[in-house]
């Protein structure tokens, strides 16, 4: 099993960027799929996430502080989860990971494979 995120970048305030989760070894629509993201100095913080594909993708927030900007949603075709982010702030700063569970549970599953590598966004005030 192997998940790899990709799309970070360094971005102004107010810009968008498109975080993609491809999947190897296991079928994503049978796994919710959550982000989480750690700022430096801060604990992994659980983002939303998206439940599996035969509980009708139910998109949870985690985190409030990105209701009405970010997204998640599936592409279970290419095995590919991605994130919209819009109106980035600075606070939105961090290393993003997806991982892959049986359910939305906001803790993140216990198998390190199950986690992607991370990948850095930074937005500049």
């Known amino acids: 099993v192997q998940l790899v995120e990709s799309g970070g970048d360094l971005v102004q305030t107010g810009g968008s960027l498109r975080l993609s989760c491809a999947a190897s070894g296991l079928t994503f629509a049978d796994f919710a799929v959550g982000w989480f993201r750690q700022a430096p100095g801060k604990k992994r913080e659980a983002v939303l996430c998206?439940?599996?594909?035969?509980?009708?993708?139910?998109?949870?927030y985690l985190t409030d502080s990105v209701k009405g900007r970010f997204t998640i949603s599936r592409d279970n075709a290419g095995n590919i989860v991605y994130l919209q982010m819009n109106s980035l702030k600075p606070e939105d700063t961090a290393v993003y990971y997806c991982?892959?569970?049986?359910?939305?549970?906001?803790?993140?599953?216990?198998?390190?494979?199950?986690w992607g590598q991370g990948t850095q966004v930074t937005v500049s005030s």
């Open positions: 991982a892959a569970e049986f359910y939305c549970s906001g803790y993140g599953p216990h198998r390190d494979d199950y």
């Open positions: 998206i439940s599996p594909t035969n509980y009708d993708d139910e998109v949870t």
